[in-house]
């Protein structure tokens, strides 16, 4: 009899602990299920009236465009830039906000391998003018929208 006790309380602990790591199984499937649910949409990817972030991202490269002035070479390259990162958001290949245009160049570059040499003559102005501040010449406006163009012709 106490035999029998003691082994009915051992197989009802056993029990309760194959439900308790059952229930905590069913909730962690369902905890990821909610996170990683597709095309959930988290806090921040859009503003307060539910605007997807690629369209505001799109405003500001519209309303960016608009105010530049294209008659300095510095505007000109960045007017070039912006015009290609509009073409290419038909193509789903622009620049996103989280990348830097070195990690656009190389995520893009890695289905189109011919774009290289074109993003790489970009970014020799435009690394030159945004990041470090130098001015940009005529000639260099120049170079930086002939790879824009070539670019917008092959991605876009």
């Not at 605007?51 to 500001?60: H, K």
């Not at 912006?82 to 990690?103: G, N």
């Not at 470090?132 to 163009?149: I, M, T, Y």
Request: glycine share 8%; with cysteine.
């Amino acid at each position: 009899p106490e035999d029998h006790d003691a082994r009915t309380r051992e197989l009802l602990r056993a029990a309760l602990r194959l439900g308790l790591a059952g229930a905590a199984l069913c909730l962690l499937v369902l905890v990821a299920g909610v996170v990683l649910r597709p095309g959930r949409r988290r806090r921040g990817a859009g503003d307060e009236d539910g605007v997807p972030a690629e369209d505001l991202e799109a405003d500001r490269l519209e309303a960016a465009l608009l105010a530049v002035d294209e008659s300095t070479p510095r505007g000109r390259v960045v007017a070039e830039y912006l015009r290609l990162q509009r073409a290419l958001e038909r193509t789903r290949s622009h620049r996103r906000p989280h990348q830097t245009p070195l990690e656009h160049a190389r995520a893009v570059t890695r289905r189109r391998a011919e774009a290289l040499e074109p993003f790489q003559g970009l970014h020799r102005v435009l690394y030159r003018l945004v990041y470090g501040g130098e001015p940009v010449d005529g000639e260099q406006a120049e170079a930086a929208a002939r790879s824009c163009r070539r670019l917008r012709r092959l991605l876009g």
